[in-house]
């Protein structure tokens, strides 16, 4: 059974038209990249799965239950939404953020119990940032922020974690650190939907692709089948190389061109 589709999915805002006809369907564990131009729809499609808009026409199912009809803290618990970074307004410890994945799971006034700090602990584990566990959650980098998060919805207890770019605004360290520690969970069976701009972190870390255009799904299978140099011209209109790497990677080398005018031929 998949764990989320969408079945004749449309949406608009206003009379505008934004997603049309949209047909998917998510298998449990793995990374799936959406892929696709600005304002292409790829973040709609992802509130809509996470049950913050409502489609037009057309059903959205979580294990095989429309989630209109799933009871919104049941649901809450099972799919994590993961902001990218931000800053608390209060300088909670590391541990302190990742217990609060543990409130829905007690009444207002219960204080945690040593089973939610073994959760939160076992969580930062997974991540292989336990050792930030008493650290202000202000006071560390904008990609161990993103780990914390991440801990959050894993001590909550979810299963499927949705991303919209979680790599904005993080450096190439933290970028890579990040993906490599969605990569592992994703492994361990967890299953990650997230966009992405650059499709070399899709060739890098997704099991899955799925190229979307102006609303629709143009190409949906694997790296090697979807990010191709037409591909990645008819998203973009910029010309590149996909490269193989000796080491068996791919990744994808715009064609520069500069000749002598400075004219680049990278655009057509
Ligand atoms: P993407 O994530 O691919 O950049 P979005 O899903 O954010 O695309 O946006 C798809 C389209 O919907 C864009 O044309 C955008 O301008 C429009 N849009 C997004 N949010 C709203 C809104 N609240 N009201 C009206 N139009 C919106």
Redesign the pocket.
């Known amino acids: 059974m998949k764990v989320i589709a969408l079945e004749q999915v449309h949406f608009s ?2 009379r ?1 038209d ?1 997603l049309k006809d949209i047909n998917l369907g998510f298998e449990r564990g793995g990374v799936v990249s959406l892929l ?10 992802l509130k809509i799965m996470l049950g913050l808009l409502q489609p037009k026409s057309g059903l959205v199912s979580f294990d095989g239950r429309p989630i209109k009809s799933i009871p919104r803290p049941v649901f809450a618990r099972q799919i994590a939404y993961v902001p990218q970074v931000h800053r608390e307004a209060f300088a909670y410890t590391v541990e302190e953020v990742v217990l609060m994945g543990r409130a829905p799971y007690h009444s207002f006034f219960s204080a945690y119990s040593s089973k939610d700090h073994d959760i939160a602990a076992d969580s930062l584990a997974r991540l292989d940032i336990l050792h930030l566990k008493d650290r202000p959650y202000t006071e560390i980098s904008g990609g161990e922020r993103q780990l914390v998060l991440i801990a959050r919805s894993l001590a909550q207890g979810a299963s499927v974690f949705i991303m919209d770019e979680p790599v904005n605004g993080l450096d190439y360290g933290n970028q890579m650190r990040l993906l490599d520690g969605i990569r592992r969970l994703a492994a361990e069976g967890l299953t990650f939907i997230m ?1 992405t701009h650059f499709p070399d972190h899709a060739l890098m870390t997704a099991d899955r692709v799925i190229l ?1 255009k102006d609303g629709t799904v143009i190409n949906d299978g694997s790296p090697a089948q979807t990010i191709t140099q037409e591909s990645i011209f008819e998203l973009y209109r910029i010309n590149v190389n996909v490269v193989s790497m000796s080491c068996g990677s791919r990744v994808c080398m715009p064609i520069w061109a500069t000749g002598t005018t400075g004219a680049s031929t990278l655009a057509p």
């Open positions: 805002y206003q505008k934004i696709g131009p600005n304002g292409s729809g790829k973040t709609t499609l966009t979307f």
